[in-house]
């Protein structure tokens, strides 16, 4: 069965593509475009792996990371970010989450981010 | 003036936007000058009234000697010819022509005479016809014509006489005294008595002057009556123009013939022609204040040079002082400005750079989504092609995202990575990844770490970085051969010291100011210009400073101060000026 990712970005013409080309590399993908969105869609089927963007509107990307921890302490979970691994409150996002990636990112290395979070989980 | 010097204390006291040199050597001269007038002004005025006071006490001072012995030679020649005129009129009033006309009485008068009196020569009686019947003394003049003689005219209209000196008859100087005498029967006759003029001298002499002096008697007329040593003998005309009259003893200045002045003090004797008169040349009597004056203006002479020095060397201080601090003030601005405007572009960059990532995260994914519909479609015309052009575009996005990433490096926080580190370790490693660009290119890197140096809690693979920018850098800047050498020292207390000097081709000025700006570079294709914005963002990050110091053509200095212990917080306020840059000098 293939494994299931959760997309969560505001970004929709990323995201869409990006869920699409995750998609037809074999996953089951879920693209929301907010937090709100996300964690709804965490509750009605559980996803292997979530890939949240670090600002969204509604929830922040470390708001939904730690509800879907609440829920799931293993799911693995790789914050996207347009500005480095900083915010402007001073917090590192990178230490919760299971990779902390720049946008934009190369498809490979998220591809590989992911493989190494399946990997690591048993799901 | 007073505009120059309210300008002067504008100069002052304003902040300058300029340290042109030009205006501090006006602010000096301006206060020199200022400073000197000052002081000499009050000088000049002191001077000038003692001198005038000294002067006039002087004079009088001097001049009082000559004056008093000219007003008793006065007196005394004025008693002495009073005495003797009287004497001759008593003669006249005493006896009658008769008993005079006897020679036994003349002769027994005239002895009496010369044992009472000195000076008298000889006593005769003239008739009103003016031929002498009575004689006595040297000469044998009895029944001489005197007839058509001067004096003998005014004994006759004023009663008594003096005369001048004059050769007479005899042949040899002398006065005549003369007193005419009336009878009741009408008949007037004179009693003539002759001073020997040697008596004069006496009394002219008797004034004892010192040896420049001259003293003499000389008439209304300017003709000698006693000889003098410097003007000539009795009955020669004095070169000299006679004084005013004045019966008090006067001092006036004459001029001899050669042009010398002379101090005269003259008085003229009362009921004589007679002037008695003392000269003095005026250098010698005033010696004293001539030598007063010179050592007055020698002592002024060297009090404003003496002020003129001290105010020169005085302002000289004042005024370098004042400039060095006005130009460390201008540096210190500009410095904080440089500082200002470096951390407004980093911000500025990072912002750029984040909000550039959404759309070029858009680009990248759409691309790579057209490239994997390519790859799982079957061959088409083109399809080479158009593989290639998607591919440009994701390697476009690949350098754009170096760039991105940088800049966001720039302004990245970090608290996390702290570690313990020895320098030289972070610098060994480092240059592992030049040494094979250096041994090709016959580069020598030398390091120099003291032995002392103290282990730092910073950032390892930012320091890493640091080190990587800046002696590639400089291996960039040298030509072959040449050399980069690495020196770490302790520095100031809580801080290390890294100092980078390469023997390259160093940096103009121009260069040198925009150094720490990103996109500015000078490597064209090779550089993206981020490497030493960055360095600073990290040097800066790390509470350091960073300061460069080149020279066109000669090398570059690259010297970097690092705490023991970072800071909390983003930056170290108590280090203003984490960067500078200087042209070597």
Request: overall charge neutral; charged content about 15%.
């Given at each position: 069965m293939a494994s299931a990712i959760l997309l969560a970005d505001d970004e929709k013409d990323f995201v869409d593509t990006l869920g699409e080309r995750l998609e037809l590399r074999g996953y089951a993908v879920r693209v929301v475009y907010d937090g709100i969105s996300a964690l709804a869609a965490a509750q009605e089927a559980l996803p292997d792996i979530a890939i949240v963007d670090?600002?969204?509107?509604?929830?922040s990307g470390d708001a939904v990371l730690h509800e879907l921890h609440a829920r799931q302490p293993h799911l693995p979970v790789i914050l996207l970010t347009g500005h480095g691994a900083r915010d402007d409150h001073g917090c590192t996002p990178c230490a919760e989450a299971f990779a902390c990636l720049t946008k934009p990112v190369a498809l490979d290395t998220l591809l590989e981010q992911i493989q190494l979070a399946l990997g690591g989980v048993q799901v | 003036m007073f505009e120059q010097i309210k300008i002067a204390c504008r100069h002052l006291i304003e902040v300058p936007d300029d340290v042109a040199p030009a205006r501090y050597a006006s602010l000096r001269r301006i206060m020199t000058v200022l400073m000197v007038v000052v002081s000499v002004m009050p000088l000049l005025v002191l001077t000038g009234i003692n001198h005038v006071q000294y002067q006039h006490t002087l004079q009088g001072e001097l001049e009082v000697p000559l004056r008093g012995m000219v007003g008793k030679t006065r007196t005394s020649l004025s008693l002495f010819l009073t005495e003797r005129a009287s004497t001759v009129s008593l003669i006249a009033q005493a006896y009658s022509f008769d008993d005079l006309s006897d020679p036994k009485t003349l002769t027994r008068i005239f002895r009496a005479l010369k044992s009472e009196f000195q000076g008298f020569v000889d006593l005769g009686l003239v008739d009103e016809t003016g031929r002498q019947v009575g004689y006595v003394g040297p000469y044998n003049l009895r029944g001489a014509e005197y007839g058509d003689q001067p004096w003998l005219h005014h004994a006759q209209v004023k009663g008594a006489f003096i005369s001048d000196v004059f050769l007479g008859l005899r042949g040899t100087p002398h006065i005549v005294i003369a007193v005419s005498h009336m009878e009741e029967n009408g008949r007037t006759w004179v009693v003539r008595a002759t001073i020997d003029t040697a008596q004069l001298d006496r009394l002219v002499a008797a004034?004892?002057?010192?040896?420049d002096a001259d003293a003499f008697l000389v008439n209304t007329q300017g003709i000698m009556q006693t000889s003098s040593r410097l003007y000539g003998g009795v009955l020669h005309k004095l070169p000299l123009p006679v004084p005013p009259v004045s019966y008090d003893t006067s001092v006036t200045l004459l001029h001899d013939a050669q042009g010398q002045e002379l101090v005269a003090a003259y008085a003229y004797i009362q009921n004589t022609d007679f002037i008695v008169m003392a000269l003095k040349p005026h250098s010698a009597l005033f010696q004293p204040w001539t030598t007063l004056q010179s050592d007055l203006l020698l002592l002024l002479a060297c009090s404003v040079a003496l002020i003129v020095f001290v105010s020169h060397v005085l302002m000289k201080q004042l005024v370098n002082r004042l400039q060095a601090s006005d130009e460390r003030r201008v540096a210190a601005f500009a410095q904080m400005e440089h500082n200002q405007k470096l951390s407004s572009i980093g911000r500025l960059a990072a912002g750029v750079a984040h909000e550039v990532n959404n759309p070029l995260a858009i680009i990248n994914e759409k691309a790579g989504l057209a490239l994997d519909f390519l790859h799982m479609?079957?061959?088409?015309?083109?399809k080479d092609r158009l593989t290639a052009l998607l591919q440009g575009i994701e390697s476009s996005v690949d350098r754009a995202r170096n760039i991105t990433h940088r800049l966001l490096g720039f302004a990245r926080r970090m608290e996390a990575n702290r570690q313990e580190l020895h320098l030289e370790e972070v610098l060994t490693e480092t240059l592992g990844f030049l040494e094979r660009e250096a041994q090709n290119r016959g580069v020598t890197i030398s390091t120099s770490v003291a032995e002392n140096l103290p282990a730092l809690i910073s950032d390892r693979g930012q320091l890493q970085q640091v080190f990587l920018n800046i002696i590639g850098n400089a291996l960039a800047a040298v030509d072959n051969g040449g050399t980069v050498q690495v020196r770490c020292a302790a520095g100031q207390a809580g801080f290390v010291h890294v100092e980078i000097e390469d023997n390259g081709k160093g940096m103009p000025p121009e260069v040198l100011r925009h150094i720490f700006e990103p996109f500015f570079t000078t490597k064209q294709e090779k550089g993206n210009g981020l490497g030493m914005f960055i360095t600073y963002g990290i040097i800066k990050r790390l509470g350091g400073e960073i300061h460069v110091a080149s020279e066109d053509g000669k090398g570059t200095t690259i010297r970097i101060l690092l705490p023991l212990v970072p800071p909390e917080?983003?930056?170290?306020?108590?280090?203003?000026?984490?960067a500078s840059v200087q042209e070597k000098p």
């Open positions: 670090w600002l969204m509107p509604g929830k | 004034m004892g002057l010192s040896p479609t079957g061959d088409f015309p083109k917080g983003q930056e170290n306020p108590a280090l203003p000026n984490s």
